[in-house]
């Protein structure tokens, strides 16, 4: 029986490299911290367990070990255990302040969330899951926000930005699924222009889409716009995806783009309400001219995800954005990972 499960656990954290994309299978991607701490239990228990060592127990303890430091380095760069980014720009004084937040279209505690905002006041604060309901309770919390861009809808996946900076443009977009909606903003700050970008996919699930192929495919198009531009860029939202998968890791190489839980910690974001199955599935990227001079995770407010807090501080004098060198082979990977996302959303609309 110990045996069996050693070779579970060696088989489990593998099965994202395989080229599905069912939720079952990435599913394994979330839980690497805690099958790690799982495998290196087992590494350790066996020298109890098993008196004798065969050649076939010592293979599987080769392999949990090739495994274990296989998913370590995945992870380790997002632990205080890897060197923090440390720009060498200078930067202006003045630093904006954003909040995002999955609220959780269910919850119905919406003074915690505003008593949350009002004590933390951030220049910007966007939230997920956010319907009319949500809108019109925050709405009246917070006439100072005058700025805003709004997609009230009550299919979990409504989108709200409210801002006490003047937005130079603001609209919602829907890149992949007709019902995703996204934000996307230009914005003037500290004498410089950027863009902010506000994502929330939808995730691999058994209760949501079946496959990561829209999820995949909604991170890849944002990839592309952001390298095609050449302004200072914030992706920021609940991805529904952890910073160490593939696809996130793809999306980094070909934006450039930095994620400040590097060196820094994880931050896990989800589940609120089980320890054991948390997962860090908010993020903010910035473009390399930025630098996130403080991240935090925010108390609880009744929704199954934390909020993330964010201070994001701007250079003084222009930075290079020219954007990092990708293969042949990348281009033809993002490329097929958009085109199947976008004939998996044609068919669930047809079904």
């Not at 996946?157 to 230009?186: A, F, N, Q």
């Not at 095609?228 to 890791?249: H, P, Y």
């Amino acid at each position: 029986m110990f045996l069996t499960i050693c070779v579970l656990f060696i088989i489990f954290p593998l099965l994202p490299l395989l080229p599905s994309a069912h939720w079952s299978i990435r599913f394994f991607d979330f839980v690497r911290v805690q099958t790690s701490v799982v495998q290196l239990l087992l590494i350790s228990t066996s020298f109890i367990v098993w008196d004798v060592f065969s050649y076939q127990h010592i293979s599987v303890i080769v392999l949990l070990t090739v495994v274990v430091a296989y998913q370590l380095w995945l992870i380790l760069p997002y632990t205080p255990l890897f060197p923090e980014h440390t720009p060498i720009q200078q930067f202006h004084k003045q630093q904006l302040s954003i909040i995002t937040a999955n609220v959780l279209q269910t919850n119905q505690a919406f003074n915690t969330f505003t008593d949350l905002i009002k004590k933390e006041s951030p220049d910007i604060f966007i939230t997920m899951e956010s319907n009319e309901a949500w809108d019109q309770s925050i709405s009246k919390a917070f006439p100072e926000y005058t700025h805003t861009v709004k997609a009230s809808l009550d299919n979990f996946y409504g989108m709200h930005l409210y801002s006490k900076i003047r937005l130079e443009t603001g609209v919602v977009k829907y890149l992949v699924e007709k019902d995703i909606p996204s934000i996307h903003c230009e914005i003037q700050y500290a004498s410089q222009r950027f863009n902010l970008i506000a994502i929330h996919p939808a995730p691999p699930s058994p209760t949501e889409n079946e496959t990561s192929k829209e999820r995949d495919a909604e991170l890849m198009l944002v990839g592309k716009i952001c390298r095609a531009s050449v302004e200072a860029t914030i992706v920021c939202g609940d991805l529904n995806d952890v910073v160490w998968s593939k696809t996130t890791r793809l999306f980094s190489k070909m934006t450039g783009y930095k994620n400040p839980r590097m060196g820094r910690g994880l931050f896990s974001s989800f589940h609120t309400k089980y320890w054991l199955l948390r997962f860090p599935l908010d993020h903010l990227f910035y473009s390399k001219d930025l630098y996130v001079s403080e991240i935090k995770r925010l108390a609880r407010f009744g929704s199954d995800h934390f909020a993330m807090y964010y201070k994001v501080a701007f250079p003084l004098i222009d930075v290079d954005l020219s954007h990092p060198e990708i293969t042949d082979e990348e281009r033809e990977e993002i490329k097929e990972i958009i085109e199947e996302g976008y004939a998996s959303a044609k068919e669930t609309q047809q079904e």
